[in-house]
């Protein structure tokens, strides 16, 4: 570890019981700040219980989240937004029937003002508001795709997978977080597709400057290819943590997350 480097996010002893089921065992973990960082592990390891107890879903059974040196333990979806925090879902969570633009504003909604009596007579605020938020999600657009920020005014269900998938992840862009957590965004998409918006992402984090990053993932050569260090769930348990060459070295990785043939399928 870097003693120059900034934690932004901490788990200690982070507990999450459903009944006798054991979703997260006392998971210790450390997210530095601007770091790209992966969490994998098979299914039902905890990952999205992980990112649903930070983001005030499900309240935690014991232990604590420390964000930015601010205590966010059991917090609300709303107070989690405001510190900074955005994510995906692992099931696309776009509206179909409406506009790209109108699923991006989704996004900044909390940022708002939705006073009716500013909104009736304070006119030009409303639109010098919408000016710039229609401004600020074109540029986010043109980070990922130049040809879907110029299609802001179309319908969400009648564009692809993958800009679908880049709407979802401009959708908690717009809101400026430090950290954005992203749920297997991946799914349903090709290989090239995958790559593609890996690249995307990528790219934004570098223009972006003070953007950390978490990915849930179970494509080892997207986790391999961006990030900088990586955690392994088991059962709720953190298993290993390090490098993604660490990681995969790690006998009990091989066997709880691949099996008997771990190293024909990392090789």
Same mark, same amino acid.
Not at 60 to 65: D, K, N, W, Y
Not at 212 to 229: F, S
């Given at each position: @570890?870097? #003693?120059?480097?900034?934690?932004?996010?901490?788990? *200690?002893? !982070?507990?999450?019981?459903?009944?006798?089921?054991?979703?997260?065992?006392?998971?210790?973990?450390?997210?530095?700040?601007?770091?790209?960082?992966?969490?994998?592990?098979?299914?039902?390891?905890?990952?999205?219980?992980?990112?649903?107890?930070? #983001?005030?879903?499900?309240?935690?059974?014991?232990?604590?989240?420390?964000?930015?040196?601010?205590?966010? #333990?059991?917090?609300?979806?709303?107070?989690?937004? +405001?510190?900074?925090?955005? +994510?995906?879902?692992?099931?696309?969570?776009?509206? &179909?029937?409406?506009?790209?633009?109108?699923?991006?504003?989704?996004?900044?909604?909390?940022?708002?003002?939705?006073?009716?009596?500013?909104n009736l007579i304070n006119r030009k605020l409303l639109y010098r508001q919408l000016e710039e938020m229609a $401004?600020?999600?074109?540029?986010?657009?043109?980070?990922?795709?130049? =040809?879907?920020?110029?299609?802001?005014? $179309?319908?969400?269900?009648?564009?692809? @997978?993958?800009?679908?998938?880049?709407?979802?992840?401009?959708?908690?862009?717009?809101? !400026?977080? =430090?950290?954005?957590?992203l749920d297997e965004p991946s799914a349903g998409m090709t290989q090239r597709e995958m790559h593609e918006l @890996?690249?995307?992402?990528? $790219?934004? =984090?570098? *223009?972006?400057?003070?953007?950390?990053?978490? &990915?849930?993932?179970? $494509? @080892?050569?997207?986790?391999? +290819?961006?990030?900088? +260090?990586?955690?392994?769930?088991?059962?709720?348990r953190k298993i290993c943590e390090g490098s993604y060459a660490q990681v995969v070295a790690n006998l009990e990785?091989?066997?709880?997350?691949?099996?008997?043939?771990?190293?024909?399928?990392?090789?």
């Open positions: @570890m870097n #003693t120059g480097v900034q934690i932004l996010l901490s788990s *200690r002893q !982070a507990t999450k019981r459903f009944g006798g089921v054991i979703a997260l065992d006392q998971l210790n973990l450390d997210i530095f700040r601007r770091e790209f960082f992966g969490v994998i592990g098979p299914n039902g390891s905890g990952k999205t219980t992980l990112f649903n107890t930070l #983001t005030g879903i499900f309240p935690l059974t014991s232990g604590s989240f420390v964000y930015d040196g601010r205590d966010l #333990t059991n917090s609300t979806p709303q107070q989690v937004c +405001r510190a900074g925090i955005a +994510r995906t879902f692992q099931r696309s969570r776009v509206c &179909l029937g409406l506009s790209v633009f109108d699923n991006l504003m989704i996004g900044n909604h909390i940022f708002l003002d939705h006073g009716v009596w500013s $401004e600020r999600a074109r540029t986010l657009l043109m980070t990922f795709d130049p =040809k879907l920020a110029g299609r802001m005014g $179309e319908l969400v269900g009648n564009q692809p @997978m993958i800009d679908r998938r880049r709407i979802e992840i401009c959708r908690a862009l717009i809101s !400026a977080p =430090k950290l954005l957590l @890996m690249d995307n992402l990528v $790219e934004f =984090k570098r *223009r972006a400057g003070d953007l950390t990053i978490v &990915l849930i993932e179970h $494509e @080892m050569k997207i986790i391999e +290819r961006v990030t900088d +260090r990586c955690a392994v769930l088991n059962f709720g990785v091989q066997e709880a997350y691949l099996g008997t043939n771990a190293k024909s399928v990392l090789a």
